[in-house]
């Protein structure tokens, strides 16, 4: 009947929003463990993305919503929905977090390196004038 089916929708959004934010806080905290470590915090943030993801799935009524928002929230779906998103996307970078009086950084690289290609040209020096900036 309704009710029943008002009561499950109500549950699931608690439910979500229960696990969102008890699941997101680990996140949270995973992710500054990380940066302290000089670590980029790059799988914890997607982590965070599917988590929210997941709350708001199982906020929406609906069996399917419900289903994807669940899958969302179970750790190593997640982590293996993230591991096969990031193949190709694997770089390099540096990074810099500042709050309050805690300043983090750090660097990451390709887990398989391209060798870079190195670009010969020539090197041109020289000044110019602005013509038109004069005549004003």
């Known amino acids: 009947g309704a009710l029943p089916t008002v009561l499950l929708t109500i549950f699931t959004a608690i ?7 008890s699941q ?19 799988t914890s943030m997607l982590e965070g993305v599917f988590i929210f993801l997941g709350g708001m799935f199982l906020f929406f009524p609906g069996l399917i919503s419900d289903t994807i928002g669940f899958l969302f929230l179970i750790p190593f779906v997640r982590r293996f ?18 709050r309050d009086d805690s300043v983090y950084e750090g660097e ?3 887990k398989t390196p391209q060798p870079h290609k190195r670009i010969e040209t020539d090197v041109l020096d020289g000044e110019f004038v602005d013509k038109d900036q004069s005549k004003r």
């Open 15 to 21: 439910l979500g929003v229960i696990l969102m934010r």
């Open 24 to 42: 997101g806080l680990a996140t949270l905290q995973n992710a500054q463990i990380e940066m302290a470590a000089g670590k980029s915090p790059q």
């Open 81 to 98: 929905l993230i591991k096969h998103s990031l193949k190709g996307f694997q770089s390099q970078g540096h990074y810099r977090y500042q």
């Open 108 to 110: 990451w690289s390709e």
